[in-house]
């Protein structure tokens, strides 16, 4: 029996997910862009009825729950991470209505929901914000936000000399309502995005009110963005040095991972853990009152110097899981990879937290790509690289990861083997960072790229108007249609690994691995009756035939007890008789 789940009952509706309260120490949990995902209205936008529409076949995948990127009202200057109203839905995405059938649908198929969150700041358009603009100087909702005189004989200058994510100063001047140049705010990304001052309790107040708001609609959880933001050193003091982006992910910033934030986050543990799970042991339920509390998660989005660092945010009292950034951007060598395996699970142990995979999402170059470059070009690549050595590298990665202990994270597309689009002309682009002059690349948008559900249509099936980012003319190949019942297909490899790791006792959860010797450049690794044979060199390597193959990312051979992996390919053994 699987340690994933528990028994369910023949046919039930909820036999496709844990029931446990520790369901996510080994979820497998599929981000959705909205956008970019379905369109219901023919738009061309991705919405949550689009979303709901092919529920299903997130179910049929083999997924444990769905995390939606932003949908909430927003003049969408950075694709929704602008919040106007935390508690409305953008009429581009639907209305709140759609959002509970949604949540009620998920719930109904086993699935679980989780939401973005973004209290680091809000939209420029928030009431709050407008009003400490309208109102003047010495408004009270000023102190909501970081607004500051600036330097020099006459203001002219920023507070301090920090830089924006996204480029240049990390400070806007405003307009004062007598029309004259007037008192700065901050703004760690876009100028449309005004950061929220948390030392200012009607801050702490109000995003404590939005978490029981959608716990209340039924949401399994929420992902945290820029969950190292919110607090700010004292005094905002000068960082003192140029291309601050360089330094991130390096040092403790005045402005990130601040242990003020753990504060606020033992406080919302507090809330979440008020609430039962939305999918108790009686069934699907969007009640989330009554029954054993427990079930509901916090994930971070924690942008830290060391995996040791990470591990704070999910201390018992804290979050639940943080993304492992660190696995992320590590390249497809074995022993980069090792180290970070070792380095993640050492630090979650002694907080009790299960460690996170992933590959890709919404901020990154698809790994197919990543993979088909050279080393050393970082998480934004703008080659495409070798498609054929990509998409091998890839589908071996995949396996590594969705074999590795803790929970995994698939990004929209990551199961059709999608490429990134690097050659979207420039008129068409939206990322906001791309129209600045530094800061990010701003080449987000060609993980974006709507994904394809059908071999033809003006949008391969994502809607019925086009798609709001050009889709490649091969999108069609790699479409769902195309590649379900596929043998080799990616999506057919995506399956048949989820259901391996859900019906194989000893995957899933776990804080460790046993590695085995293996030739240089391959990785083995036993889990009780399961080892996992990872060949990240350009040959093919011979090994112990371990067991039986249960499944492999390319085609294997074994003879007298010995087992030849490809180059760039991973293998799945059992060892039970």
């Excluded at 002219?156 to 400070?171: C, K, M, Q, T, V």
């Excluded at 959608?214 to 933001?229: E, K």
């Excluded at 080799?488 to 804080?511: F, I, K, Q």
């Excluded at 080892?531 to 003879?559: D, F, H, I, K, W």
Aim: hydrophobic share 40%; charged share 25%.
């Amino acid at each position: 029996m699987s340690q994933h789940s528990a028994d369910p009952a023949p046919n039930s509706a909820v036999a496709t997910v844990a029931k446990r309260r520790d369901w996510w120490r080994d979820a497998v949990i599929y981000q959705v862009y909205p956008r970019s995902f379905a369109d219901s209205n023919g738009d061309g936008m991705g919405d949550l009825e689009g979303v709901r529409s092919r529920l299903p076949y997130l179910r049929d995948l083999g997924v444990d729950a769905v995390w939606l990127s932003p949908f909430y009202a927003s003049p969408q200057a950075d694709a929704g991470y602008d919040v106007a109203d935390y508690r409305a839905v953008d009429p581009m995405f639907g209305n709140l209505l759609d959002a509970d059938a949604l949540i009620r649908d998920a719930h109904a198929l086993g699935l679980r929901i989780i939401v973005d969150l973004v209290p680091n700041h809000s939209s420029d358009h928030h009431e709050w914000f407008k009003r400490a603009i309208a109102e003047g100087p010495g408004s009270p909702l000023r102190e909501r936000y970081h607004f500051r005189p600036g330097k020099g004989e006459n203001g002219e200058l920023p507070p301090n000399d920090w830089e924006s994510i996204f480029g240049g100063p990390a400070w806007t001047r405003v307009t004062e309502p007598d029309g004259t140049p007037g008192e700065w705010y901050l703004h760690l990304f876009a100028p449309e995005q005004p950061d929220f001052n948390w030392e200012h309790p009607a801050v702490g107040d109000e995003f404590r009110s939005i978490l029981r708001f959608w716990l209340d609609m039924g949401v399994d959880g929420f992902r945290i963005d820029v969950a190292h933001g919110m607090v700010k050193a004292a005094g905002l003091p000068d960082l003192g040095a140029h291309d601050q982006l360089k330094l991130l992910g390096n040092d403790v910033m005045p402005f990130f991972d601040q242990d003020g934030v753990h504060d606020i986050y033992r406080q919302w543990r507090l809330i979440l853990d008020e609430y039962s799970d939305a999918l108790g042991p009686e069934g699907p339920s969007a009640e989330g009152r009554g029954r054993e509390t427990g079930g509901r998660i916090f994930v971070a989005e924690a942008w830290t110097p060391t995996v040791e660092r990470t591990a704070n945010y999910v201390r018992p009292d804290e979050l639940h899981q943080a993304f492992n950034f660190q696995y992320l951007g590590t390249e497809w060598d074995a022993e980069e990879l090792r180290t970070v395996v070792d380095r993640t699970l050492e630090a979650m142990r002694p907080v009790g937290a299960p460690a996170t995979w992933v590959l890709s999402n919404h901020d990154v170059t698809r790994h197919a790509t990543r993979f088909a470059n050279p080393p050393g070009l970082g998480t934004q690549i703008r080659e495409a690289g070798d498609r054929e050595l990509g998409l091998r590298r890839a589908r071996a990665a995949s396996l590594l990861m969705l074999a590795l202990p803790g929970s995994a994270y698939v990004y929209q597309g990551e199961e059709l083997g999608l490429p990134d689009v690097v050659d979207l002309p420039d008129e068409v682009r939206q990322d906001p960072a791309y129209f600045r002059g530094a800061g990010q690349d701003g080449f987000r948008d060609g993980c974006r790229v709507p994904i394809p559900w059908t071999r033809t249509g003006a949008s391969y099936g994502f809607g019925g108007g086009g798609s709001w980012l050009p889709q490649p003319a091969a999108w069609g190949e790699l479409s769902v249609e195309a590649q379900t019942g596929e043998a080799g297909s990616t999506l057919e490899l995506y399956r048949a690994a989820l259901a391996v790791r859900r019906e194989h006792a000893d995957l899933g959860a776990g804080d460790s691995v046993e590695w085995l010797r293996a030739p240089e450049g391959v990785l083995a690794l036993r889990r009780g009756e399961f080892v996992c044979v990872a060949n990240t060199t350009g040959e093919s390597v011979t090994t112990p035939a371990y067991g039986r193959v249960l499944l492999a990312s390319g085609e294997v051979a074994q003879t007298d007890g010995e087992t030849k992996v490809p180059a760039d390919t991973t293998v799945w053994f059992s060892t039970a008789e």
